[in-house]
């Protein structure tokens, strides 16, 4: 098993250089990540990823001889981590359902960016802390497996959920648990009087929803972001 703490080692592929030039400056602020290749060919990037094996791929989408979503799928199952880097917002839903991890719009701005390396990092060291929890579920509570260890846990106790990738994040205020289940299966076992799905990788507790903005949801300490397609059903809820 790999440490939590040793670095995750990364390509990029897309077909501006000047793009990737401005990644690979911008992830010299995270020395835990490490640049093992920057590629402008599509097909010379495929071929590094089976020899390099990184643990994560930095794709642009468009692109000649292959596109960022057939490249994916080519090599979606050796790649434990996928994001996602495009001018294009209208492949968004094809890359989530190709599991990536993330997806950021060019031009890439340094908060965002920043967001994206969390998301990398904390889903990199929970899959490498342990083996995912199996969760089940019961009527007004949950139980996960984590190993030899049990837990219960009270519907009511959960802030939030995060997809990443396959798995789901479940957010409590004492811990987090990395679940090998998708959102939407989360989403047709729990109560949809009590949680609501109001973006592509978040579902809320309604109980623990403190303040409703145009875009976004805080929820305990933590600030949820409302996807374009839900916020009319997020707007009718009544605080």
């Not at 719009?105 to 199996?134: D, G, H």
Request: with cysteine; hydrophobic share 45%.
């Amino acid at each position: 098993m790999t440490s939590p703490h040793a670095k995750i080692r990364f390509i990029a592929i897309d077909d501006n250089p000047f793009d990737l030039l401005f990644l690979s400056e911008m992830v010299k602020a995270y020395p835990f990540l490490e640049n093992c290749g920057t590629f402008t060919n599509p097909l010379e990037g495929y071929e590094a990823q089976q020899y390099i094996q990184p643990d994560l791929v930095f794709l642009d989408i468009e692109m000649p001889a292959f596109t960022g979503i057939e490249l994916l799928r080519k090599f979606r199952e050796e790649v434990p981590m996928a994001v996602f880097i495009t001018s294009h917002p209208d492949f968004a839903l094809e890359g989530f359902e190709l599991s990536a991890l993330d997806y950021v719009l060019k031009p890439i701005m340094e908060q965002r960016f920043a967001l994206t390396v969390t998301r990398i990092r904390e889903f990199w060291e929970m899959k490498q802390q342990s083996q995912a929890y199996e969760v089940l579920f019961g009527h007004d509570t949950m139980t996960i497996k984590e190993g030899h260890n049990v837990v219960k846990l009270a519907q009511r106790d959960i802030v939030y959920l995060e997809a990443m990738q396959d798995y789901t994040k479940i957010v409590t205020p004492a811990k987090s648990y990395l679940t090998l289940s998708t959102l939407s299966c989360f989403m047709e076992q729990l109560p949809a009087d009590r949680f609501m799905r109001v973006h592509r990788s978040y579902a809320v507790s309604l109980a623990q929803v403190r303040e409703h903005r145009p875009a976004e949801l805080v929820c305990g300490s933590a600030v949820i972001p409302i996807g374009k397609t839900y916020r009319s059903a997020v707007s009718k809820l009544k605080m």
